[in-house]
């Protein structure tokens, strides 16, 4: 199971789990609470993840279109530019999915441990120690297939003229 490191973000997770326990199995006898709450505390954080890589994901996608110089946030940024400019969103969301795309696809590329110590750390959001468990390696070797993959994937991307 993961962990969920930000003290704030946990515990909206475990609230919200403890309001859909009470709201869709408040009927069902006491005894069956405590798998029910675990089953649901499981699929919140699934979801908590989900959420976290999608927003890394365009994050990252949308820092690549901002200017050099700029230090705010992305999403702020695409935002002031689409109030000025509301015909050139278009364009930017057709560039940004084939960004997307092309990512996604030079990421399966990748060796197949480089690949599962990448998602695992920058998509999945699992620290070196939880990485380095679950693909039954130390943590050096997570370092090295980490860093590999990132050093791949830079050189493939600025291949196709691509600088992230």
Same mark, same amino acid.
């Given at each position: 199971?993961?962990?969920?490191?930000?003290?704030?973000? =946990?515990?909206? &997770?475990? /609230?919200?789990?403890?309001? %859909?326990?009470?709201? %869709?199995?408040?009927? %069902?006898?006491?005894? *069956?609470?405590?798998? #029910?709450? /675990?089953?649901?505390?499981?699929?919140? &954080? !699934?979801?908590?993840?989900?959420?976290?890589?999608?927003?890394?994901? @365009?994050?990252? #996608?949308?820092?690549?279109?901002?200017?050099?110089?700029?230090?705010?946030?992305?999403? $702020?940024?695409?935002?002031? $530019?689409? $109030? !000025?400019?509301?015909?050139?969103?278009?364009?930017?969301?057709?560039? /940004?999915?084939?960004?997307?795309?092309?990512? *996604?696809?030079?990421?399966? %590329?990748?060796?197949?441990? /480089?690949?599962?110590?990448? #998602?695992?750390?920058? @998509? *999945?959001?699992?620290?070196?120690?939880?990485?380095?468990? =679950?693909?039954?390696?130390?943590?050096?070797?997570?370092?090295?297939?980490?860093?590999? =993959?990132?050093?791949?994937?830079?050189?493939?991307?600025?291949?196709?003229?691509? $600088? #992230?």
């Amino acid at each position: 199971m993961f962990a969920v490191h930000d003290e704030d973000a =946990a515990l909206d &997770i475990v /609230q919200d789990s403890m309001m %859909k326990l009470s709201e %869709k199995y408040g009927d %069902k006898p006491a005894e *069956e609470f405590p798998m #029910l709450f /675990q089953r649901i505390l499981q699929n919140s &954080i !699934r979801d908590y993840y989900r959420r976290q890589k999608v927003r890394s994901t @365009w994050t990252t #996608l949308l820092s690549s279109f901002a200017h050099d110089d700029d230090d705010s946030d992305p999403l $702020e940024t695409l935002q002031s $530019e689409d $109030e !000025r400019n509301p015909l050139g969103t278009p364009t930017g969301n057709l560039e /940004q999915a084939q960004v997307l795309a092309i990512i *996604e696809n030079e990421v399966e %590329k990748l060796p197949p441990r /480089q690949r599962e110590a990448f #998602l695992m750390r920058y @998509w *999945e959001d699992m620290d070196i120690a939880e990485t380095a468990a =679950a693909m039954g390696c130390t943590e050096g070797s997570v370092k090295t297939h980490c860093s590999r =993959a990132t050093h791949t994937l830079a050189a493939a991307l600025k291949a196709k003229g691509i $600088e #992230l």
